[in-house]
Nanobody, 117 residues
Framework: QVQLVESGGGLVQPGGSLRLSCVASGITFSTYTMGWYRQVPGSRREQAAVISTDGKQYYGESMKGRFTISRDNAKNTVYLQMNDLKPEDTAVYYC???????????WGQGTQVTVSM
């Protein structure tokens, strides 16, 4: 059974940084495209960053230059380094593991990120 466990969220001031982690189990991690998505109440879930099995990275437009996604296949973990955080980055951040055969994939429970003075 696939399990994704996120951590690292919290309250940070504007301009600050956070690093989110997502540990996966129940999958062959290296064969999965991993992603971070975020959602605020009443809005659609949007892509923050995705990293492919061969390390290619894709970012949402507002995240480019501020967020960095990385993966450690030996630790079954994907990270999201978030710098220069803005109040509009406030959201629940979800980890996703997907493949071509299962493009919707599996989701973690989410971790809250709040950017506020």
């Amino acid at each position: 059974q696939v399990q994704l466990v996120e951590s690292g969220g919290g309250l940070v001031q504007p301009g600050g940084s956070l690093r989110l982690s997502c540990v996966a189990s129940g999958i062959t991690f290296s064969t999965y495209t991993m992603g971070w998505y975020r959602q605020v109440p009443g809005s659609r879930r949007e892509q923050a960053a995705v990293i492919s099995t061969d390390g290619k990275q894709y970012y949402g437009e507002s995240m480019k230059g501020r967020f960095t996604i990385s993966r450690d296949n030996a630790k079954n973990t994907v990270y999201l380094q978030m710098n220069d955080l803005k109040p509009e980055d406030t959201a629940v951040y979800y980890c996703n593991a997907a493949t071509v055969a299962d493009p919707f994939g599996a989701w973690g429970q989410g971790t809250q990120v709040t950017v506020s003075m």
